[in-house]
Protein backbone atom coordinates (compact mmCIF):
# COMPACT_ATOMS: atom_id res chain seq x y z
CA UNK A 1 0.00 0.00 0.00
CA UNK A 2 2.66 2.70 0.74
CA UNK A 3 4.68 2.04 -2.40
CA UNK A 4 2.45 4.86 -4.54
CA UNK A 5 1.21 7.08 -1.50
CA UNK A 6 2.25 10.72 -2.09
CA UNK A 7 2.58 12.80 0.54
CA UNK A 8 -0.65 14.70 -0.49
CA UNK A 9 -2.69 10.98 -0.41
CA UNK A 10 -1.17 10.01 2.78
CA UNK A 11 -1.99 13.65 4.18
CA UNK A 12 -5.43 12.97 3.08
CA UNK A 13 -5.99 9.54 4.66
CA UNK A 14 -4.60 10.71 8.20
CA UNK A 15 -7.48 13.57 7.80
CA UNK A 16 -10.05 11.27 7.14
CA UNK A 17 -8.96 9.07 10.13
CA UNK A 18 -8.86 11.65 12.48
CA UNK A 19 -12.69 13.14 11.17
CA UNK A 20 -13.72 9.22 11.76
CA UNK A 21 -12.28 9.07 15.00
CA UNK A 22 -13.32 12.08 16.55
CA UNK A 23 -16.65 12.37 14.82
CA UNK A 24 -16.43 15.63 12.48
CA UNK A 25 -16.50 16.96 9.38
CA UNK A 26 -14.86 20.15 10.10
CA UNK A 27 -12.34 21.17 7.46
CA UNK A 28 -8.68 20.13 8.93
CA UNK A 29 -5.37 22.07 7.78
CA UNK A 30 -2.18 21.12 8.40
CA UNK A 31 -2.06 23.98 11.43
CA UNK A 32 -5.03 22.18 13.32
CA UNK A 33 -4.15 21.56 16.77
CA UNK A 34 -5.33 18.33 17.77
CA UNK A 35 -5.87 19.62 21.35
CA UNK A 36 -7.09 22.94 21.11
CA UNK A 37 -9.03 22.78 18.36
CA UNK A 38 -10.58 19.41 18.31
CA UNK A 39 -10.07 18.15 22.08
CA UNK A 40 -8.14 14.90 21.44
CA UNK A 41 -5.89 14.19 24.52
CA UNK A 42 -2.91 12.31 25.14
CA UNK A 43 -4.62 9.13 25.42
CA UNK A 44 -6.17 9.39 21.88
CA UNK A 45 -3.37 10.56 20.12
CA UNK A 46 -1.90 7.25 20.79
CA UNK A 47 -5.17 5.92 19.63
CA UNK A 48 -5.03 7.75 16.54
CA UNK A 49 -1.47 6.57 16.46
CA UNK A 50 -2.04 2.86 16.22
CA UNK A 51 -5.01 3.73 13.61
CA UNK A 52 -2.19 4.99 11.77
CA UNK A 53 0.12 2.51 12.01
CA UNK A 54 -2.72 -0.04 10.48
CA UNK A 55 -3.72 2.37 7.91
CA UNK A 56 0.17 2.44 6.63
CA UNK A 57 1.53 -0.41 7.71
CA UNK A 58 4.55 1.33 10.15
CA UNK A 59 5.19 1.38 13.57
CA UNK A 60 4.85 4.55 15.40
CA UNK A 61 6.76 5.17 19.22
CA UNK A 62 4.35 6.74 21.50
CA UNK A 63 6.76 8.98 22.54
CA UNK A 64 6.61 10.34 19.05
CA UNK A 65 2.92 10.13 19.17
CA UNK A 66 2.48 11.99 22.41
CA UNK A 67 4.76 14.86 20.88
CA UNK A 68 2.03 15.65 17.88
CA UNK A 69 0.41 18.74 18.57
CA UNK A 70 -0.99 19.97 15.28
CA UNK A 71 -2.28 17.44 12.12
CA UNK A 72 0.86 18.76 9.88
CA UNK A 73 2.82 16.39 13.08
CA UNK A 74 1.30 13.71 12.30
CA UNK A 75 1.63 14.09 8.86
CA UNK A 76 5.37 14.60 8.83
CA UNK A 77 5.93 11.89 11.24
CA UNK A 78 4.25 9.28 9.26
CA UNK A 79 5.46 10.31 6.03
CA UNK A 80 8.92 9.86 8.09
CA UNK A 81 8.19 6.29 8.88
CA UNK A 82 6.74 5.35 5.34
CA UNK A 83 9.93 6.67 3.75
CA UNK A 84 11.88 4.76 6.29
CA UNK A 85 10.28 1.37 6.24
CA UNK A 86 10.25 1.74 2.63
CA UNK A 87 14.47 2.01 2.40
CA UNK A 88 14.40 -1.16 4.88
CA UNK A 89 12.22 -2.59 2.79
CA UNK A 90 14.79 -1.61 -0.47
CA UNK A 91 17.78 -2.86 1.83
CA UNK A 92 16.37 -6.18 2.51
Keep these: MTDYLTQEAIASH ?3 IIKEHIGTDEVLTPETNLQD ?3 VDS ?3 VELGIKLEKAFGIVLTNDKVRNVVTLGDFIQLVVLQVKQQKGEENRV
Design 14 to 16: IEE
Design 37 to 39: DLA
Design 43 to 45: LER
